[in-house]
Structure formats: C-alpha cells, structure tokens
DNA sequence: TATTGTTATACTCTATAACTATA
DNA sequence: TATAGTTATAGAGTATAACAATA
C-alpha cells in the first residue's frame, strides 16, 4: 500500500475531519460501498414517484432490451437469486410493466419482456434516474466519468 | 449520453451475450452496485472467520484510528443511521473489540475506540480484506487502481 | 430548544434450502 | 440426473419515529 494516511477530501466537514487518518478512506471497497450508498438511496428518490425502486428499474431496463432475457440471465447479470428475480418480475408484471411468455423451444423457461406501457415507464425513469446521476457525479468531468465507467466495467465482469 | 450500445467485455458469459445491448452497462450506478455486490460479498466471505462482517470491519477500522471518533461521526463517515451504529457498537464491544467512552467535556457524546484486542482483530482483518480486494481488482494495475480510487473519493465527498 | 445516543417498528435486501415441472 | 422457476424462511441492511439525558 502507497500512502495509508491521506488527507480528508472535505476538510471543512468535522465528522471527516474527526476519522481523518483512517486507512478507510483508500480502501476502494469502501469508496464503494458508500458511493452506492448514496447513488441508490438519490436513485430511488428520483424513481419513488415512479413507484419503481433500482432492482424494478433495472429489470425493467433490460426487458427492454432488444434481447429478450430469460429470468436466469436477469439474476446472472443482477447478481440476484432466483428466487429474488421472481419475486421483481412478479412486482413489475403485477404492475402491467413486464410479460413472461413462456419459451416454445423449452417450456421450463420464461422470456421476460417489457410491454409498451413498460416501455413508456421507462422512458421516464431513464430521464429521473439521469437528473439524479447529474447530482451525483457533479464533480466529475465528461472524460473523468468515461474513465470510471471503463474501470468500474473492468471489475465488475 | 455518448454511446449506449456496448459490447458486453466478456462474450464468452451466456449470461452477458443474452442481455447484451441494454444502456444498463453504461450506468455507472449499476456498475457501483454490481462492484459493490462482488465486493461485499467477497470481503464478508474473507471476514467471516474472524466473526466479522463488512461494517463491523469499518467501525473498527476507525476506531482504531489515531482520531477516536464519537459515535455521530462514525454515522456521518459510513452513511449510516445513529440507531445503525449503535447495533454495531453493540456487537463489537459484546466481543470485547471496542470500548465506548463518556466525553467528559459533553456527556451526551460517547467516543469509540478500540481495545488492545481489537487492534490485534483489525490487523488480521486488514490481511484478509487485502487478498480478497487483490483478487476483485486483478485486472486493473496500480496506476488504474489509484486512478479508480481518486474519482471514486471525489464522488464519495 | 437542540443534540447524542437509544429503543422500537417496519420494510427491503440477501442467503439458503426445498419443491415442481420440465429436460 | 440436471436445470428453470418457485415458495418459504431467516437474517442483515435501511428508513422513521419517538424517547431520555444532556447541553
């Protein structure tokens, strides 16, 4: 490890000032978790009037797609169970956002896709959830945040 | 937004080739909560023996700090309610890892810090979180790493 | 009157195991 | 025998509100 004592991004902040010195604050696991923290807490703000939460919107974004994903592929790539899947497509379906249609070529699977009134839910929640995004990442500068996403894609897969 | 539809980095996952074609990957909140996902899940995992979990873990971090937080700054530092911090004190000092004490300039206040076997804890701790953060972060080198922690810090704060 | 820590409550997320229907 | 989806359950995380002690 480089440098293990680093100076408080926000000195003027007392709580900051009061836990300077930890070696938390270079520990990128930290960094994100609280980023995430306070990234789903402003994005279910944003999606709240919605009546979607970021699971519903995630799913619901890749039901519109183009792919057509089955619920396992919705869990492999959500990092969610099974068993979790179900329970947001039921809530999504329930709310006339999502369909599962059965797979004719093998009837154990279900292909989820969004309907139009989904597609037309999403429109919006795309434009909620990118205000917020705006917010979060005010700091940040067009390529500064091109460079995150591509890091961020390189661990996440 | 620049380019939303993207090559998923890892064609050979069914998984990824199924959904590929969602804007999803270009979130920089999904990717954050699919990092923070793997992550969590790895560093608990790495914890588990010492009877820790990820935020027990950074409680102790800080109070083992030079800085002796009160409990409102370990809330504020960690995006976490009072009433959270309270439970997790809770549990540390039920396993003798850190001692609350009155500050007697403002006996509202209650500082936070580590006893000797704490720190001993924490220094076994910080070992396994290493080697499970080597192992999340193996495609990205020290440069990119640095790079990766200096944006996320500035979107933390 | 405001703040620190605390208790209580409810809801969401996460992890696991067992079941069914198909293959 | 293995896989996709489902149900059930328990534990951890998150969000609020109310309270006692202290300032």
Redesign the interface.
């Known amino acids: 490890m ?1 440098d293990a004592r680093v100076t ?3 000195p003027g ?4 000032a ?23 807490r402003a ?1 279910n703000g944003a999606l709240a009037p919605l009546g979607l939460r ?1 699971r519903q919107y ?1 799913v619901l ?2 039901a ?7 619920q ?3 869990a ?4 969610l169970d099974p068993s979790q899947v179900v329970a947001v497509i039921d809530d999504l379906q329930a709310s006339g956002l999502v369909e599962r249609t059965q797979d004719p070529r093998d009837r154990r699977v279900n292909i989820v896709q969004a309907t139009p009134h989904g597609r037309s839910v999403y429109a919006e929640a ?1 434009v909620a ?1 990118a205000a917020a ?1 705006e917010q ?2 005010h ?2 500068t067009t390529e ?6 591509e ?7």
């Open positions: 480089a408080s991004p926000n902040n007392p709580a900051d009061r836990v300077d010195g930890s070696d938390l604050i270079t520990d990128i696991e930290f960094l994100v978790a609280r980023v995430r923290a306070l990234g789903s994005a970021v995630a974004s890749l519109c797609g183009s792919i057509s994903p089955t396992r592929d919705l492999e790539f959500l990092e795309r959830i995004r979060s990442l700091k940040l500064e945040r091109a460079t995150l996403t890091l961020l894609l390189r661990v996440a897969f």
